[in-house]
């Protein structure tokens, strides 16, 4: 994919070289291709007075038939637009070059890019991305400048929910590991997860009503015993939520679920995805059927139909479930703990008239009996129903894809943060330096050294803030190449996954690099601070 978006700007340039040399070979002159439209300043200047992307090409066009704009010459362009004020025509000339980068990639839709432009531009970069955030925050354009970098993950695609990607959903055995991804049009569907190789059904939807109920905890002594012995794993429930969730395709559903805390999973109206094990009617629906045994593929210790997790789509909250009470307070005990007291205190009453050794007895009964119990459903009764390794293949790379588009959506979710605060700090920095030069008519000498040191912050910040915005375009990159492969819904050629991990490495190696330079500016800002006390 990377190798698409430099096709163009490679072939502008050996198209130019092509015609540069015949045109040498037949007139001797040089290649009017090779020139800058903007050589010219008076008509940059004339440029920079337009309002908007489609004004400004009309003029390129009347001035230079015939012309092709660069991706050097949208730069200045941005760039002097911004250093005169001009911010709708610098927003207007970046959209125009983002709407080229979809269009330059659909074999005969350069004609579609014209109708509205009397000249063709560029496909954006991240050169024209950076001079334009860097302009906005010198404008002190902090709301433009914070859009701007939001928009790389979805540069030169259009927007439209209804057909995007999805959201990723986790495993509930293991969080770490991601199950399917759900899109806007699905709303039920069976999914094998290829780690834990169980079987979850999957459905999702908008909640239609919600009732929630608060539960009494109890903290008794018995609970602690059991719960450090190992008995009771999960924790005790705090609140009892009954949800009633419809699909997309009108489909409704019923859910009542605990959660260990108070907090309601989703609020009405809001898109929310529940991960069960598969229901009683699901062996029917499911595509997949196993060929052996009697046994279904659901995960362990839950019954059919029960909700595991529930993932909030509009904050991302994924709320792990528990079995609710069948009463509107706290479950006491497990169910098998007060018939093994009765058995229990039973046996050491009937020993005082029939043997003084039956309790013990009894007592290593219901230990081997429990034990044999506990082996068989924790250790034989899990293995027997898990799904053949064998049958997993296409599911294993989905979902390891998966595994990193979710793991690049969180890098992208924490460098977003850190360039959005270093707009701001770069957007005060300037108003700093305004105020300076405001003041420092008759105060030259006093305020020089602090001008200069203020420019020094800058630009450290302006180098810091260009390499997040090429992590960024990097990232966005692999995750639509992810997201290609994903929803081909075929099996994954090994070349698209030998390019996708090739990718990978050079985000880390991006990565290392900006590690290193961020060492590096510590490591100056220290020092100034010591020279600054000395």
Same mark, same amino acid.
């Given at each position: 994919m990377s190798q698409r978006l430099s096709?163009?700007?490679?072939?502008?340039?050996?198209s130019a070289s092509s015609s540069g040399s015949s045109s040498t070979s037949s007139s001797g002159a040089a290649a009017p291709a090779s020139t800058s439209v903007f050589a010219n300043a008076a008509l940059l200047r004339k440029v920079v007075g337009t309002g908007n992307a489609s004004e400004a090409a009309d003029l390129i066009a009347t001035s230079h038939a015939g012309a092709r704009l660069t991706d050097q010459d949208c730069v200045q362009l941005i760039t002097s637009a911004l250093e005169k004020g001009n911010i709708a025509l610098a927003l207007s000339v970046h959209e125009s070059m983002c709407r080229a980068k979809r269009a330059g990639n659909i074999t005969g839709s350069s004609s579609l890019a014209s109708i509205e432009e009397s000249i063709d531009w560029p496909a954006a970069t991240v050169q024209a991305t950076s001079a334009l955030v860097l302009g906005l925050c010198r404008q002190l354009a902090i709301d433009d400048a914070l859009r701007t970098i939001s928009d790389i993950r979805v540069q030169g695609l259009p927007r439209n929910e209804a057909v995007g990607f999805g959201k990723v959903i986790a495993s509930p055995l293991a969080p770490n590991q991601t199950l399917t991804v759900v899109q806007p049009q699905e709303g039920c569907k069976f999914v094998a997860d290829a780690f834990s190789r169980y079987e979850y059904e999957v459905f999702s939807g908008r909640v239609v009503t919600i009732k929630s109920e608060a539960l009494q905890i109890s903290a008794g002594i018995l609970f602690a015993l059991l719960r450090g012995i190992g008995i009771l794993k999960k924790p005790p429930p705090a609140a009892v939520h009954e949800f009633v969730v419809q699909a997309p395709d009108g489909t409704s559903r019923t859910f009542r679920v605990a959660t260990p805390t108070a907090d309601v999973p989703a609020q009405k109206d809001e898109r929310i995805t529940m991960v069960c094990a598969p229901g009683p009617g699901s062996a029917k629906s499911s595509k997949r059927k196993?060929?052996?045994?009697l046994l279904d593929s659901s995960p362990p210790d839950t019954k059919p139909g029960e909700a595991l997790t529930a993932t909030n789509h509009k904050t991302g909250v994924v709320t792990q479930l528990l079995r609710p009470p069948l009463s509107g307070t706290q479950t006491a005990l497990p169910g098998w703990v007060l018939p093994a007291i009765v058995v229990l205190a039973g046996g050491?009453?009937?020993?005082?008239?029939?043997?003084? &050794?039956?309790?013990?007895?009894? +007592?290593?009964?219901?230990?081997?009996?429990?034990?044999?119990? /506990?082996?068989?459903?924790? *250790? =034989?009764?899990?293995?027997?129903?898990?799904?053949?390794?064998?049958?997993?293949?296409?599911?294993?790379?989905?979902?390891?894809?998966l595994g990193q588009y979710a793991q690049l959506a969180s890098k992208v979710a924490s460098v977003t943060g850190e360039s959005n605060e270093d707009v701001r700090v770069l957007a005060r920095?300037?108003?700093?330096?305004?105020?300076?030069?405001?003041?420092?008519?008759?105060?030259?000498?006093?305020?020089? &050294?602090?001008?200069?040191?203020? +420019?020094?912050?800058?630009?450290?910040?302006?180098?810091?803030? /260009?390499?997040?915005?090429? *992590? =960024?375009?990097?990232?966005s990159r692999v995750m639509n190449m992810i997201e290609i492969e994903v929803e081909m819904d075929i099996e994954v050629p090994a070349a698209e996954l030998a390019g996708i991990e090739q990718q990978m490495e050079r985000l880390t190696e991006l990565e290392s690099l900006q590690d290193d330079w961020r060492v590096q500016a510590e490591a100056r800002d220290e020092v100034e601070r010591l020279l600054r006390t000395v």
């Amino acid at each position: 994919m990377s190798q698409r978006l430099s096709v163009r700007p490679q072939a502008t340039a050996q198209s130019a070289s092509s015609s540069g040399s015949s045109s040498t070979s037949s007139s001797g002159a040089a290649a009017p291709a090779s020139t800058s439209v903007f050589a010219n300043a008076a008509l940059l200047r004339k440029v920079v007075g337009t309002g908007n992307a489609s004004e400004a090409a009309d003029l390129i066009a009347t001035s230079h038939a015939g012309a092709r704009l660069t991706d050097q010459d949208c730069v200045q362009l941005i760039t002097s637009a911004l250093e005169k004020g001009n911010i709708a025509l610098a927003l207007s000339v970046h959209e125009s070059m983002c709407r080229a980068k979809r269009a330059g990639n659909i074999t005969g839709s350069s004609s579609l890019a014209s109708i509205e432009e009397s000249i063709d531009w560029p496909a954006a970069t991240v050169q024209a991305t950076s001079a334009l955030v860097l302009g906005l925050c010198r404008q002190l354009a902090i709301d433009d400048a914070l859009r701007t970098i939001s928009d790389i993950r979805v540069q030169g695609l259009p927007r439209n929910e209804a057909v995007g990607f999805g959201k990723v959903i986790a495993s509930p055995l293991a969080p770490n590991q991601t199950l399917t991804v759900v899109q806007p049009q699905e709303g039920c569907k069976f999914v094998a997860d290829a780690f834990s190789r169980y079987e979850y059904e999957v459905f999702s939807g908008r909640v239609v009503t919600i009732k929630s109920e608060a539960l009494q905890i109890s903290a008794g002594i018995l609970f602690a015993l059991l719960r450090g012995i190992g008995i009771l794993k999960k924790p005790p429930p705090a609140a009892v939520h009954e949800f009633v969730v419809q699909a997309p395709d009108g489909t409704s559903r019923t859910f009542r679920v605990a959660t260990p805390t108070a907090d309601v999973p989703a609020q009405k109206d809001e898109r929310i995805t529940m991960v069960c094990a598969p229901g009683p009617g699901s062996a029917k629906s499911s595509k997949r059927k196993r060929q052996q045994g009697l046994l279904d593929s659901s995960p362990p210790d839950t019954k059919p139909g029960e909700a595991l997790t529930a993932t909030n789509h509009k904050t991302g909250v994924v709320t792990q479930l528990l079995r609710p009470p069948l009463s509107g307070t706290q479950t006491a005990l497990p169910g098998w703990v007060l018939p093994a007291i009765v058995v229990l205190a039973g046996g050491d009453a009937a020993s005082t008239l029939i043997d003084p &050794a039956l309790p013990a007895l009894i +007592a290593g009964s219901v230990v081997t009996v429990v034990g044999s119990g /506990v082996a068989g459903n924790q *250790l =034989l009764l899990p293995r027997l129903k898990q799904l053949p390794e064998k049958a997993l293949g296409v599911e294993y790379v989905r979902q390891r894809l998966l595994g990193q588009y979710a793991q690049l959506a969180s890098k992208v979710a924490s460098v977003t943060g850190e360039s959005n605060e270093d707009v701001r700090v770069l957007a005060r920095l300037w108003q700093l330096q305004n105020k300076m030069q405001s003041v420092a008519a008759g105060a030259t000498a006093s305020y020089g &050294a602090r001008m200069e040191r203020v +420019a020094a912050a800058r630009t450290n910040i302006e180098e810091r803030l /260009v390499k997040k915005l090429e *992590l =960024l375009d990097g990232y966005s990159r692999v995750m639509n190449m992810i997201e290609i492969e994903v929803e081909m819904d075929i099996e994954v050629p090994a070349a698209e996954l030998a390019g996708i991990e090739q990718q990978m490495e050079r985000l880390t190696e991006l990565e290392s690099l900006q590690d290193d330079w961020r060492v590096q500016a510590e490591a100056r800002d220290e020092v100034e601070r010591l020279l600054r006390t000395v």
